[in-house]
């Protein structure tokens, strides 16, 4: 079993949304995937009770200690891919989820407080040594904004950051909310539409990197990690020791 981890301290970036439309686009390349919810406020587990569909069945796990029990049961079980979202902010049961990933997914809007913010959680996931992506999300359908992050972020071939940046990115529309709303994933809510085009590549890109390998991508992030004021940062590395030691 892989398992999927998608977290960033920043509130609102798209970690739930995401998490269903991978879901249900691996679902659909044919994997058996169970959805975690670590995060309390319950996004996925109101998007089942909507659901008239079973799969992808959500399963909560608020507690860090159960984490890695869990997700040791799931593959047993057969269960092929797991896809954790976690809440805004850090925490134990979130630092637990990333120690237990394959692939730490770190969804963000196009703005540089996005971006910025998710040096916290990057944090983390570099002291796991854990390999990672960025998922620009919510982003103008057209516009240099989205370049502007992307550069933010390190995008550029020759530092070999193209590796960290998930593409494509996932343009804002309505259909995301329409099909939240809906008790679906997007692939269900409009097949057709673009959105779920962009999930489904989505999928794709993250499928060939999860099995490109284990690769430490870690210090390719070094750049956008050492951009906290340096307090913040022994903090940081503190608590993402605590979380991978
Ligand atoms: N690509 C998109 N286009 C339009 N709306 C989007 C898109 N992605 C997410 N949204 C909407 O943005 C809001 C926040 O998304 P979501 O709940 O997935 O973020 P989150 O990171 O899980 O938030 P939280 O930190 O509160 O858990 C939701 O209303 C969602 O429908
Ligand atoms: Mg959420």
Redesign the pocket.
């Known amino acids: 079993m892989q398992t999927i981890v998608l977290a960033t301290q920043k ?7 995401l998490a269903i439309g991978l879901a249900r686009a691996a679902i659909q390349a044919g994997h058996s995937v169970r959805l975690i919810e670590t ?1 309390m ?1 319950g ?1 996925l587990s109101s998007w089942q009770g909507r659901r008239a569909y079973a799969e992808p069945l959500v399963e909560p796990v608020y507690d860090a200690r159960d984490v890695e029990q869990h997700l040791q049961s799931l593959a047993h079980d057969g269960t092929t891919l797991a896809i954790v ?1 976690t ?2 902010g850090t925490s134990a049961v979130t630092s637990a989820a990333i120690r237990h990933a394959d692939l730490c997914l770190i ?1 963000a809007r196009p703005s540089i407080a996005d971006i910025e913010s998710a040096a916290a959680t990057l944090s983390v996931v570099r002291a796991c040594k854990k390999p990672f992506a960025f998922v620009l ?2 982003t103008p359908a057209r516009g240099r904004r989205v370049d502007n992050a992307a550069a933010a972020i390190g995008d550029d071939t020759t530092s070999g950051m193209a590796d960290v940046v998930a593409k494509p990115f ?5 259909d ?2 329409d099909a ?1 709303s809906a008790g679906l994933a997007v692939s269900e809510f409009a097949p057709e539409g673009k959105s779920a085009d962009e999930i489904r590549s989505l999928w794709q890109w993250v499928e060939a990197k999860l099995n490109s390998g284990i690769t430490d991508h870690a210090e390719a992030g070094g750049k956008l990690a050492d951009t906290r004021p340096s307090a913040q940062a022994a903090r940081d590395a503190d608590a993402s020791w605590d979380a991978c030691l």
């Open positions: 509130g609102g970036a798209g970690k739930s949304t995060d406020q996004t979202d809440a805004s969804p999300n919510q996932i343009a804002m529309r309505n995301h909310q939240l």
